[in-house]
C-alpha cells in the first residue's frame, strides 16, 4: 500500500471511547491447531488463517470431539471450503473448517490450541489526505478487517491505493481522504476523532468487492439524490449492464456514514454483493475468485465517477435569448436539411438550452441522454467561445 | 347492536335544514301487495320488504297489467332475483318482483295496495364515543339503509359495532366516533349538527360490503396520501391479495366526509366495489352472499389498520452517530461474518436509522419493507434500551 | 393566405440585427440549370425549384463531370427522390437531383448556370393579431422556408390560416397571434422586434408536418408541465392513437420559443416527425404524400386544444360542505339503487368535489378521465344553478 500512496498510519489506544463503542483490545495469534491422537495437526492455522475464528480466546485443553463440536464450524453445502467467523464482541474461541475436513475426524480425544493474545494495545487505520483547490472533500473507504479475503476485503484497499496513486499526479477540484479501516469500528473510530472535518464531505464512496466477475452495482446514499447518487449512476448506465441498489441500513461502512446523526453523501461501488455471493466469507473468496479485467473496469468506473464530480459545474448560456449563430463561429455544419445531427451538436444545443444556472453538466447530460464527457467537452468549446460562464 | 356497543340513539324531526338539503317526512310500511282477480297476493310485502321500492306513497287501487307494468321493476338478465329500489326525493310508488313473477303475470286486472305513511317524523341514526387520551378523533361509519341488504349494509353496521365493542375494553390514544346513519342524508345530518366536532377528526374510514368472499379493496380519501390512506394500504399489502382504488366523488358516505368544504382523511373499506358485484343491490345480497371467514378477516384488517393509526408515532435516535453498539445490549447477534441478517435485526437497524425525527413508524415499516408490527417491537425494545425518544 | 385571413406583411432590412444573428442578404433566383454537351437540360430548375441548393451563389461556368461532382447531392437509396438542401450560412453552391438523373450523366464537359442574385433586400413574414377579451396572447407559428414542400412547409400554414379565418369569427378569452416566418431566422427576428410583447404570451403552439398519414404528436414545451403541454396531451388522450414527446432543443421554432432567455410555454404539434419520414426534406414531400383527411384533423385537433385552453378556468363550489342536493334540481336521476351513473352525473360529481378553486376545468378532467367537454357542459350547468362560481 506505501508503494503506492503516501499512507498515514494512526494507532488509537484500546478503550479508546469512540461514540457508543470502546476501541477493544487488540488481539494477536501466532498459531493454533487441533491434534489428533497421533499428533498430527488436523487443522492448522499455519495452512490458513480462516481456520481461527477471528478474536478467539487463547485455548489450550483436549476435548473429546463431541465436547469440541459447538467450537467446529463448517459449509456442509460447500464441502471443501472454510467458512470465515468472527467473535469480536463475545469472549468465544472456535475454529473454520471444510465439511470434509470435519467427517474425517474420529471419535477420539483432540489437543486444542489458540496460541494468541487478547490485550491493550490499538486499533490500526491508514489514511491519505490530497488537498485540492478547494477544502471541500470526497471521501473514499476501504476495510481491511478480512485477512486472507480476496474480494471482500483486497479489492477495495487495492482499488483505493491505485485511486489514491493516480489522484496525487493530477490536478484536483476537490481535496481527497482515503480510509483504509476495520469494519465498522475503525470507521466509528475515525468519525469520532475527525467530527470538525465531517461538514466539509461533500461526496463520498465506499468501495468492497470490486474484483468479482460480476456487474458493477451501486448503492445509493441514505438521501438517496446526493450528487454522488447521480454521478454514479450515469456512470454505469455508460458502462452498460448494471444494477442501482437503493440505500439499507445493512453492509459496509456506508451504515455509518448515513447514520442519521451524519447522513453524509456517500454511496458504495461493489461487483456481487455480499448476499448474492456464494464466495463471500469463505475460502472461495480468494486470488482465483478475483477478475483482473472486472477489477481494472472498476477501477476505472470510479475513475469516471470521481471524473463527473470534479467535472459537474453549473453554467450561464451568455446568449439565453433565441441560439446564438453556431455557425458563423464554425460550431455547426454548414450543410442545411440533413435529418440527422451528430451527437455532438446536439450537446452543443443542450447545452445552450440548460445552461440557466440551474442545471449543471450532469443534469444536462441526463436530460439529454448524451454521455457526462459529450457535455464536458461542449461546454470547453463554448466557454472558449465566450458563449457560457461558471455560476459560482 | 345494543348488546355489542352503546348507542346513543339520535332524532333528528323531518324538516329540521341540513346545509343544502331537508330532512324529508318518515316513510313507515304496513303491508303491500299485488293481488290477481282470484284474489292471490302475486306480489306481496309480507315475504320480501324489496318488493316495494322505499318511499313509495300509498297507493290502492285497481289496473290493467298495462298500467301497472311502469311501476313494475324486475331484472331480466337475473330472472330469480328482485332488484332492490328506492324513490327519496321523487314522490313515486312500484313494486321490484323477480322476472320470473313477472312472466307469470297474465293480463287481467290487479288489485294494487301498499299500505304506507310518508308524514313528519324522525331520521334516526346510531352514534358511539369513546374518549381517548386525545381528543383527536377516529370516525368509524356505516350505512343502514337498506333493509334486507346483508353485505351492503349488514355488515359494515356489525363490524363497525364489534370495533366498538372491542376499542371499548382497550386504552385509546385517540377518541373514537362510530355512526350508524342512512346514508347520504343520515352522513348530510350528522356533519351539520356536528360542524364543531369535524376539526378533531384525524382519521376516518367508511365500512361498507365487507362480507362477500372477494379480495379486500381500499378506497383513498380526497387527499390520497392520509395517514389512514397509508396505514390501509400498508395492511392491506401486508395481507397479500387487496385492491387499492383512488378516491372518486361517487360511492358510499366518503361522498360527504370527502366534499371539498371538509375534505376529512376519510377512506373506504370494502370488499368487492358495488359497481363490479352482480347481488348489489338485489335479493341475492342475503345471508348466502356472506362469507364468514371473510367478514372476519375485515374486522382484523380494520384492527391492524386502527393499530397503525394508533402506534404510528415519530421518534428521534438518541445516539445518532453511527450505529449504537447493539451488541452489549444483547441487542444483535454475537458470531459474526454471517451472510443474512433477521428481519428483527434489520427492523433495528432500520429504526435507527431512519428515526430522525422526521420519519414515523409506518415511514419505516414502507421504506424498509418489513411489517408495522416487526418495526413497532424494535420500538419498544430501543426505548426501553434509551436509544429512541418520542418526538411530540 | 390573405383570402382566408387578413395578414400583415413585414419586411425587415438585410444587415438588421437581431440578437446574435443579422438578417441575410436576400436571396433571389430567375433560372438555373446544368446543360449537357448537346445543350439540353439535364438538370432544370424550370422543372422543380429543388434542383438548386437553397442560398446558392450565382454561378455560370463550364465543368467536368468530375469537377461538377461535389456540387451535386442525390439519395442513393431513393434514386428516383430529389433531396431538398440549403446553404444559407456558408457561400457555397450545388444541385441536387435524383440518383438515375446523376447515373445518366456521360463523363463529358457540362454547362452550369445558376442565375441567382445575393443583394441587400429584406426577410419578409406574415402576422396575424386578433385581439381577444384579454391581452394574454396565444402564439401560433408555422414556417413557410421550404418553398415545395407540402407536408413540412405548406401544411403548418394551411393549417395556421385556417385556424385565423376561425378564430377571427369567433368570440376569443385570448388574444391571438399567428406567426408565418421563415425558420429559425424568422422566428429570431420576429423575438428581437418583439420583446415587449413576450410577457404576454400564455401560451403557444408551432405547427409543422401535419399532413402525413401518421399519428398526432406532440412534442412538450421546455417547462414540460405548461398548460398547453397538459391540454395538448388531453385532447391528443381523448382522439386515441398519438404519442407525447419530451422537449428537446432540435426540431422546428420551439428551439427559439424555448431558449433559456424566453422559456415560452410553446410546444409542437406535428404528425409524423422529422426523423421518423423517409419523405422529409425530399421531393417525395409533395401533394400526394398528404392524407386530407389526417389534414382536416390536425385542424381540428387544434381548435380542440385551442378550446380546451379558452375554456379552462377554475371554479369554487358554493355548497362546498357536503354534496348539494341535485335531485331536487332536476341534475339527478330520481329512481336510486342502480349500480351505474352516467357520465354526465359523474361529471357533476366530480366538479362539485374539485371545485376548491385549486383545480381548473382540466385538472378535473385529467382526473375523472372525462371528456373536458363534458366537464365544461356541466360546469355551465352548475354555474348557472348558482353551486359555481369563477375564481378570478
Redesign the interface.
Known amino acids: 500500500m506505501q508503494r503506492l500512496a503516501p499512507l498515514t498510519i494512526h494507532e488509537v489506544p484500546s478503550g479508546t471511547e469512540?461514540?457508543?463503542?470502546t476501541v477493544p483490545r487488540e488481539w494477536n495469534i501466532r498459531d493454533a491447531y487441533i491434534k489428533n491422537d497421533r499428533g498430527e495437526r488436523v487443522v492448522d492455522f499455519q495452512r490458513s488463517n480462516l481456520h481461527v475464528v477471528?478474536y478467539s480466546v487463547p485455548v489450550r485443553t483436549r476435548l473429546s470431539l463431541e465436547r469440541l463440536r459447538p467450537h467446529l464450524f463448517t459449509l456442509p453445502d460447500r464441502p471443501d471450503w472454510i467458512?470465515?467467523?468472527?467473535?469480536?464482541?463475545?469472549e468465544?474461541w472456535g475454529f473454520c473448517l471444510s465439511q470434509r475436513q470435519l467427517d474425517a475426524l474420529g471419535p477420539g480425544e483432540y489437543d486444542v490450541c489458540i496460541d494468541s493474545s487478547l490485550e491493550p494495545g490499538s486499533l490500526t487505520y491508514g489514511e491519505v489526505y490530497l488537498p485540492g483547490e478547494s477544502t471541500d472533500e470526497v471521501l473514499v473507504s476501504a476495510h481491511l478487517c478480512h485477512p486472507s479475503l480476496a474480494n471482500d476485503n483486497l479489492s477495495g484497499l487495492v482499488i483505493g491505493a491505485h485511486l489514491a496513486q493516480y489522484l496525487e499526479q493530477v490536478a484536483r477540484r476537490y481535496s481527497y481522504r482515503f480510509l483504509f479501516v476495520p469494519g465498522?469500528i475503525g470507521?466509528?473510530t475515525w468519525?469520532?476523532r475527525n467530527?470538525t472535518v465531517v461538514p466539509s464531505i461533500r461526496h463520498g464512496l465506499v468501495l468492497a468487492s470490486l474484483g468479482d466477475a460480476g456487474r458493477l452495482t451501486y448503492k445509493k446514499s441514505?438521501r438517496g439524490d446526493a450528487a454522488v447518487d447521480r454521478a454514479a449512476m450515469h456512470v454505469l448506465r455508460q458502462l452498460g449492464d448494471h444494477e442501482i441498489f437503493e440505500f439499507?441500513?445493512?453492509g459496509y461502512d456506508e451504515?455509518?456514514f448515513?447514520?442519521?446523526?451524519?447522513?453524509l453523501p456517500v454511496g458504495r461501488l461493489s461487483r456481487t454483493p455480499?448476499?448474492r455471493s456464494r464466495e463471500?466469507?469463505t475460502s472461495a473468496d480468494n486470488l482465483q475468485f478475483i477478475d483482473p479485467l472486472q477489477l481494472a473496469r472498476s477501477l476505472t468506473s470510479c475513475l469516471a465517477i470521481l471524473y463527473v464530480l470534479e467535472n459537474n459545474r453549473t453554467y450561464v448560456?451568455q446568449?439565453?435569448?433565441?441560439?446564438?449563430?453556431l455557425?458563423?463561429r464554425g460550431l455547426y455544419h454548414?450543410?442545411?436539411?440533413?435529418?440527422?445531427?451528430p451527437s455532438t451538436e446536439?450537446g452543443l444545443?443542450?447545452t445552450?438550452?440548460?445552461?440557466?444556472g440551474q442545471h449543471g453538466v450532469l443534469d444536462i447530460a441526463d436530460r439529454?441522454g448524451l454521455p457526462f464527457e459529450t457535455i464536458d467537452r461542449v461546454v470547453t468549446v463554448l466557454r472558449d467561445h465566450g458563449l457560457l460562464k461558471e455560476t459560482l
Chains 1, 2, 3 share one sequence.
Open positions: 469512540v461514540f457508543d463503542w477471528s467458512p470465515y467467523r468472527t467473535s469480536y464482541y463475545a468465544n465498522t470507521a466509528i468519525l469520532a467530527e441514505r439499507s441500513p445493512y451504515r455509518q448515513c447514520s442519521p446523526g451524519f447522513n455480499m448476499d463471500y466469507h448560456n446568449n439565453p435569448k433565441c441560439e446564438p449563430q455557425g458563423k454548414a450543410l442545411g436539411g440533413l435529418t440527422n445531427v446536439m444545443l443542450w445552450l438550452n440548460l445552461s440557466d439529454s
